[in-house]
């Protein structure tokens, strides 16, 4: 069943992916078919340029649903802000 999106939502980019797509963030309504992080994450590259390089990798990208991780498989229903950054490495 797909979601219904009808609120905007804040897509925030860290790092090197606010370096590749040029955004720090975006307000937009996903189209329906986006269900999941995974989903989302596989819809990126296909908004064609710079989202294509910087999502050619979504096995290397961390998503966050208002501020708390989530997994790919995580539905994205309801989430007003999505962050999207690199995995965090601590020393």
Same mark, same amino acid.
């Given at each position: 069943?797909?979601?219904?999106? %009808?609120?905007?939502?804040?897509?925030?980019?860290?790092?090197?992916?606010?370096?590749?797509?040029?955004?720090?963030?975006?307000? #937009?309504? #996903? $189209? $329906?078919? /986006?269900?999941? *992080?995974? %989903?989302?994450?596989?819809?990126? +590259?296909?908004?064609?340029? +710079?989202? %294509? #390089?910087?999502?050619?990798? =979504?096995?290397? /990208?961390? *998503?966050?649903? %208002?501020?708390?991780?989530?997994? =790919?498989?995580? $539905? /994205?229903?309801?989430?007003?802000?999505?962050?999207?950054? =690199? +995995?965090?490495?601590?020393?």
């Amino acid at each position: 069943m797909a979601a219904v999106h %009808d609120q905007t939502i804040v897509l925030r980019y860290f790092a090197w992916l606010r370096e590749k797509t040029g955004l720090n963030e975006e307000r #937009l309504t #996903l $189209p $329906p078919e /986006i269900v999941t *992080v995974a %989903d989302l994450l596989s819809w990126q +590259p296909t908004r064609g340029h +710079p989202f %294509d #390089l910087a999502f050619a990798k =979504p096995e290397a /990208i961390r *998503v966050a649903l %208002d501020h708390a991780h989530a997994k =790919p498989a995580a $539905p /994205i229903a309801g989430a007003r802000e999505i962050a999207f950054f =690199p +995995p965090v490495t601590g020393g």
